[in-house]
């Protein structure tokens, strides 16, 4: 069997580089390069902290209940006695009139608020004369407006007793300071409960006030 030529040639070669003492090359080698380990840092967790929960203690306050307090009344002045007579010449006094509320309205025929309360006096005999309401107007009029009275009192047609006080006894006892319009409120033990001067509109509301308040008293 006969060596190829080449392999002939490269033992030549390998041979006289072998007396000469030279190294036969190595082939290549390429470095492998190994990634440096990854280093993973410990993950530290913070441990929760959980504040523990207070609850305040509830305080209740202690319920007090305040007295009750009633209004005083102040003492109510027993009314004097009168005696007149109407104009027709019917008797009138307020001892007979004990057990009703009175209501006594002094007024002249020349006083003009006189003439405008008129109206509202008599239109509550009309309608509260059943449950026990007495009004009763006395005129103040001198002797040179006296005779004025009676024709006044037919053409306004009232209903509830007039009377004049010719000698202001009454007014005297009454009404002191002889202001017109004057009235009083009399409850039914005949005493004062309400004293009122003059008259501006809207105190009709204040005067039906006091007497149904009056009237619902027993």
């Not at 609850?55 to 306050?61: C, G, I, L, M, R």
């Not at 009139?97 to 509550?124: I, M, S, Y």
């Not at 024709?151 to 009404?175: E, K």
């Amino acid at each position: 069997m006969k060596t190829p030529a080449s392999a002939v040639a490269l033992t030549l070669v390998l041979g006289a580089a072998t007396a000469r003492g030279e190294d036969t090359p190595a082939a290549a080698t390429t470095p492998t390069t190994t990634a440096a380990p990854t280093t993973t840092a410990p993950t530290t967790t913070a441990p929760t902290t959980t504040a523990p929960t207070t609850t305040a203690p509830t305080t209740t306050a202690p319920t007090t209940t305040a007295p009750t307090v009633r209004p005083t009344t102040p003492a109510r002045p027993a009314a004097p006695p009168f005696a007149l007579k109407d104009l027709s010449g019917k008797p009138l006094s307020l001892a007979s009139l004990r057990g009703k509320v009175v209501v006594v309205n002094f007024w002249a025929t020349w006083c003009a608020p006189c003439l405008q309360e008129l109206p509202f006096l008599d239109r509550f005999q009309q309608q509260r004369g059943k449950d026990g309401l007495v009004v009763i107007a006395i005129a103040t009029d001198g002797p040179e407006t006296s005779a004025q009275i009676a024709p006044l009192v037919r053409r306004r047609r009232l209903t509830m007793p007039v009377a004049h006080d010719q000698s202001g006894t009454v007014i005297s006892a009454l009404n002191p300071r002889a202001a017109n319009p004057y009235t009083l409120f009399i409850d039914r033990q005949g005493r004062i409960a309400h004293r009122h001067e003059g008259y501006s509109p809207g105190d009709e509301r204040t005067y039906e006030t006091l007497i149904d308040a009056l009237l619902a008293e027993r």
